[in-house]
């Protein structure tokens, strides 16, 4: 996608082939800033502190680490080592345990010294998987938008609202939910989106509201309590959300707030899809309430914020009264009955077993 016009990734090898690049998230959209992943530790730092997030993008970090692990030491002992850190930095996002295991499974069997070519070659096909399943994404979504359109008065706008970030910036390229949304844009189809702020780390305020400023898609960012209030007055023709972890009944676990943006969108008719390529289906799970975990992180992030000064500089600040707890329950989840359709690579299917199974027979 864009970046001041220039065609860019969320993560690429390094020009002298010893070292992988990411956009350091956490600058963002005040600063872009890439940073240098040259270890397994520097890998397992970008995924637990956020420099890279969202589950298409951790996982493919996650690939990139265990080469990184490899080259350093390609042992049995190294291997399992780097599993284990790996999947240890973050316990919501499934794509973070589909990349480890793939690369293990792939790379075990292999003479050590044929170990380091290989973890490498998986992290690139990884890399270059998850855009073909972006696209495909959009590909199915954009009949969904293209359906609204054409029920409108010529000029008027589709008005799509988005939760957190799962844009170009949380995969490796092209985005999930925003993936029709660009394919919309591109097509000439007036669109316009309410991006909400999404507390505690703001990554709709700060992420896709700047990657939507850069590919030049009118939007509106607003805050994250004010979905019910738009969709009460028809404000909103459809919501499209990612995922970090589906299960194959269809129950979704994203960002906190979905389900509530969910529940609206049930309460005022209004169309619910998440966004979900294959690696983000939990095949083993059937029941999300109970089975899937959610992380909790830093009070900080609710505690403080972090923002421009007027001199440029940026700087974190508190929020509560001091002496106040907080609590950071990171993701919900969204039961099945109250989702739309789900978007695959592979079309749209509704949130149930049997509708994903048909479009992944495989599984």
Request: charged content about 20%.
């Amino acid at each position: 996608m864009n970046v001041h016009g220039r065609p860019t990734r969320t993560i690429w090898p390094s020009a002298d082939g010893t070292a992988v690049e990411i956009i350091d998230q956490t600058r963002l959209p005040h600063e872009f800033v890439t940073a240098r992943l040259a270890t397994l530790d520097d890998a397992a730092h970008a995924i637990r502190a956020m420099f890279v997030r969202g589950a298409p993008l951790i996982g493919a970090t996650a690939g990139w680490g265990m080469w990184l692990a490899l080259r350093a030491d390609p042992s049995d002992a190294a291997l399992a080592h780097a599993h284990a850190t790996l999947l240890a930095t973050r316990p919501t996002a499934v794509n973070l345990r589909w990349a480890l295991d793939r690369v293990r499974a792939e790379v075990a069997p292999l003479a050590p010294a044929t170990r380091v070519t290989a973890a490498r070659r998986l992290a690139i096909e990884i890399c270059d998987e998850d855009v073909g399943l972006n696209r495909g994404i959009a590909t199915a979504g954009l009949p969904l938008i293209e359906a609204i359109a054409a029920s409108k008065k010529p000029g008027e706008r589709v008005n799509v609202l988005t939760h957190c970030n799962a844009g170009w910036l949380a995969t490796v390229d092209v985005g999930t939910a925003t993936a029709p949304i660009y394919a919309a844009h591109d097509s000439g189809i007036p669109l316009h989106v309410w991006v909400d702020e999404t507390r505690p780390r703001n990554q709709g305020a700060s992420l896709t509201a700047w990657e939507l400023l850069n590919h030049g898609v009118p939007h509106t960012v607003i805050a994250d309590n004010a979905g019910g209030h738009l969709m009460q007055h028809g404000l909103v023709d459809l919501v499209i959300v990612g995922t970090d972890r589906t299960t194959a009944t269809g129950d979704v676990c994203n960002k906190i707030g979905t389900y509530l943006k969910a529940l609206a969108a049930h309460d005022n008719g209004v169309p619910f899809y998440v966004a979900a390529p294959s690696p983000s289906i939990d095949w083993t799970l059937h029941d999300g309430r109970r089975e899937i975990p959610i992380e909790e992180r830093d009070a900080r992030e609710v505690s403080h914020i972090s923002g421009r000064l007027p001199d440029g500089n940026t700087a974190n600040v508190a929020l509560l009264p001091e002496g106040s707890a907080a609590a950071n329950y990171a993701f919900d989840v969204t039961p099945a009955r109250l989702v739309t359709g789900i978007i695959t690579e592979r079309g749209v299917a509704a949130a149930n077993a049997a509708a994903l199974k048909k479009l992944f027979p495989e599984q």
